[in-house]
């Protein structure tokens, strides 16, 4: 019934809409005007609208249509505003038209990068109350960083989807196709685009963006390129990438002449080069020392070159900065060192709340007044996001910046391969890009990275909330049935941890090897008492070989390798459950948790620590390491989100221990290989392993167990290379 009485209504509305309208339209052509209960009728009618379309569209069709806008968004930044402006408008609107957006929208506040993104607008919000600019002004200011509020709708949307695929692909081509417009620009092929101008040197190569946005697009072309070109399979194709990668590398350096790309592109072609000389299990292998070398070479070579031959503007920044010390002349190098000294100046003048938004302009034209030259231009952005972040926010919009990035990276870190270089990618280049630019301020550059990060954080799915303290202690498996799954443990001496271990996978296991090699304590009476099927080896060929004779003796379609000191919880159970009945991948990547001496470890890159540990049997097989040995697999690879827990060390004697039995097989193993060992070498590796852990895999955030990890890591490569040179002088 009241079905009929909406249609009748939305029927007698329909008629009535287009009867005003026709009497408006008359009303206007007479110069009269309506009354407003015509004007009720209209918008009464239009509401009905308004409705049936809610209804003919159902709220998963509009979230379809928004992932569709947002992807199309995506894909234009490099080439134009406005559709980008108009992708994103509808996009927004299909997400908040579904319904299933308001369902879940405490999800948004759930993530900690949607959590990240929100605070920091809203403390940029609530600066304009206290900034000196005029409200329409500040108000303007805070519009410009609208895009974050994308971040958490962009979540929503693609959560239970996985277009990831679609959005990397269409990237790669329009990126590559701004490039090839680029270069017939440069060569007056062409003439398109808006910034193109043929009188003007710096812009000769511009198509649809500047030279500082065109050089950091085609920075992470650049490493798309080699990124795509390492996973391909056929030889074609990945000459032809490695071929674009090095026309990217020309049009940097030689067409765009932008400084910050040129930095930025150096330190990805060394990071690219160590990740192309190194297997899957990080040790260097012959077989591809030739590409390396040739792809290396090239890269060295071709910057080089260019940059001798051309001269370009990356060699003219130590002149730039001598003309403004010595003549203050208003260099590029040497604005940016006075907007840097006096950014730095207004943020120790209000270090906790800033000046607010939109206040640099005014409070540099109080520093500058009475100064010419470099020492006195204005700007309203000093070119570094940190450092405007800072003085409008002070040290709390600063900490919440960092804090986005951060928790970005630790999301991408999860994310399966393909994902995971793209958007860690350009993470790296946008933070680094932003200590000489405001990214986040600019259009294109913030966009991509908003785009990017939601699109692909929320295919990865939400991180999965904590197990509860009583089931990480005891870590068993309830209410499951067997699995074809076969489980392979390896063992010396583990009595303290392999009945918990044993516990935890006893309900989906159909089947539990313990390959022991000579324990002295009662770990295979532990392990047999729970029903692992226990057997013994006379000798220790090292761990890769020694899990390889466990392998041999599984049975069932699947396996799943663990350590003694590992446990599996009740969630990764229901998901190995699920992962082993998907067609789709022949091996699956865990992420692990790890505790140290009692505390868990979040970073240090320790922590998720994806390593493939469930494969199809006769599909996988691990490496011969006799260290830090891998599962190797030929085919497609899932990426699981539930944690393995890891309880790596229980006090520092187990740590020295480990040390000293890690060092001495990682020295024999690289002795076998040829490798020399040297006071030179142990110190530059254990410096760089400290580095590293410390810095890079951000260890200072876990504080003292942070330090002591990355001290463990560097004594360990320390011994190594000590020991490596023992063996070399026949004295070990």
């Known amino acids: 019934m009241d079905e009929q009485i909406k249609r009748k209504r939305f029927t007698s509305a329909r008629a009535i809409l287009a009867h005003r309208l026709e009497r408006s339209a008359g009303c206007c052509a007479t110069e009269k005007t309506a009354d407003f209960s015509e004007l009720s009728h209209i918008s009464q009618a239009i509401e009905l609208y308004i409705m049936l379309f809610a209804k003919k569209f159902s709220s998963l069709t509009l979230l379809c249509a928004a992932r569709l806008f947002a992807l199309i968004a995506l894909w234009f930044v490099p080439v134009s505003t406005a ?149 391909a399979k056929r030889k074609a194709i990945k000459a032809a990438l490695y071929i674009l990668a090095l026309i990217v590398l020309i049009h940097i350096f030689v067409m765009l002449q932008s400084r910050t790309a040129q930095l930025i592109v150096i330190f990805l072609i060394l990071y690219q080069i160590g990740r192309l000389a190194r297997s899957e299990g990080g040790m260097l292998e012959r077989r591809v020392i030739g590409r390396v070398c040739v792809f290396g070479l090239s890269c060295v070579f071709l910057m080089g070159a260019l940059i001798y031959l051309k001269g370009g503007r990356l060699t003219q920044i130590s002149a730039e900065i001598e003309a403004y010390q010595q003549h203050n002349e208003a260099t590029s190098a040497g604005l940016r060192i006075e907007w840097t000294r006096k950014g730095f100046a207004l943020f120790a003048q209000r270090p906790l709340l800033g000046y607010g938004a939109a206040s640099i302009r005014r409070e540099f034209e109080r520093m500058m007044a009475g100064y010419d030259g470099a020492r006195g231009a204005t700007t309203a952005n000093p070119h570094n996001q940190y450092l405007l972040l800072a003085a409008e926010l002070g040290s709390i919009g600063l900490g919440l910046w960092i804090y986005l990035l951060i928790q970005i990276a630790r999301a991408t870190a999860r994310l399966a391969a393909p994902a995971r270089q793209l958007l860690g990618s350009w993470l790296f280049i946008f933070s680094v890009g932003c200590l000489a630019n405001s990214l986040l301020l600019d259009f294109s550059e913030g966009y991509l990275f908003v785009l990017l990060s939601g699109v692909l954080l929320g295919c990865a799915g939400w991180p999965q909330r904590a197990t509860p303290h009583h089931a990480r202690a005891v870590g068993f498996c309830t209410n499951f049935e067997k699995l074809p799954l076969s489980v392979i443990i390896i063992t010396l001496n583990e009595a303290h941890h392999i009945a918990e271990c044993v516990d935890s996978v006893k309900k989906i296991a159909s089947e539990i090897i313990v390959l022991d090699s000579g324990s002295e304590d009662e770990t295979r009476a532990l392990a047999h008492a729970r029903g692992a099927h226990v057997m013994q080896t006379a000798d220790w060929p090292g761990f890769g070989p020694q899990k390889n004779r466990a392998l041999a003796r599984a049975q069932f379609p699947w396996v799943l390798s663990l350590d003694a000191d590992e446990r ?15 067609e789709r991948y022949i091996a699956y990547a865990i992420p692990r948790r790890t505790q140290f001496c009692g505390k868990w470890v979040r970073y240090s890159g320790w922590t998720p620590d994806y390593a493939v540990r469930l494969f199809r049997r006769g599909q996988g097989r691990f490496s011969a390491h006799a260290v830090h040995e891998h599962v190797r ?12 827990e890891h309880y790596s060390y229980q006090s520092r004697q187990e740590v020295n221990e480990k040390v000293q039995r890690y060092a001495r097989a990682g020295a024999q193993a690289l002795h076998r290989s040829g490798t020399r060992g040297g006071f030179g070498k142990a110190l530059l590796h254990s410096g760089w392993a400290w580095w590293r852990t410390f810095i890079l895999r951000l260890g200072f955030l876990d504080g003292s167990t942070g330090w002591t990890l990355a001290a463990m890591n560097a004594r360990t490569v320390w011994l190594k290379y000590r020991y490596l040179h023992l063996l070399s002088t026949e004295r070990y």
């Open 83 to 231: 559709m980008t402006n108009i992708s994103m408008l509808l996009f927004a609107g299909a997400t908040l038209l579904a319904r299933e957006t308001w369902r879940r929208w405490d999800l948004a506040v759930r993530h900690p990068v949607g959590l990240a993104a929100l605070l920091l607008f809203a403390v940029l919000a609530l600066s304009v109350c206290y900034s000196p600019a005029p409200l329409s002004e500040s108000a303007l200011w805070l519009v410009k960083y609208r895009k974050l509020l994308f971040i958490p709708l962009l979540l929503i949307a693609f959560q239970g989807v996985d277009w990831s695929g679609a959005a990397r692909l269409g990237l790669f081509a329009s990126l590559t196709l701004t490039l090839l417009l680029s270069i017939t620009n440069y060569f007056n092929l062409t003439s398109i685009g808006t910034l193109y101008d043929t009188t003007a040197l710096i812009a000769h190569a511009w198509v649809f963006k500047n030279h500082i946005t065109a050089g950091l697009f085609s920075a992470l072309l650049f490493n798309i390129s080699v990124d795509m070109a390492a996973s």
């Open 568 to 582: 599996v919880t009740p969630a990764l159970c229901a998901e190995i459950a699920r992962a082993v009945r998907d």
């Open 633 to 644: 697999v030929d085919g497609n690879i899932g990426y699981l989100t539930q944690p393995l």
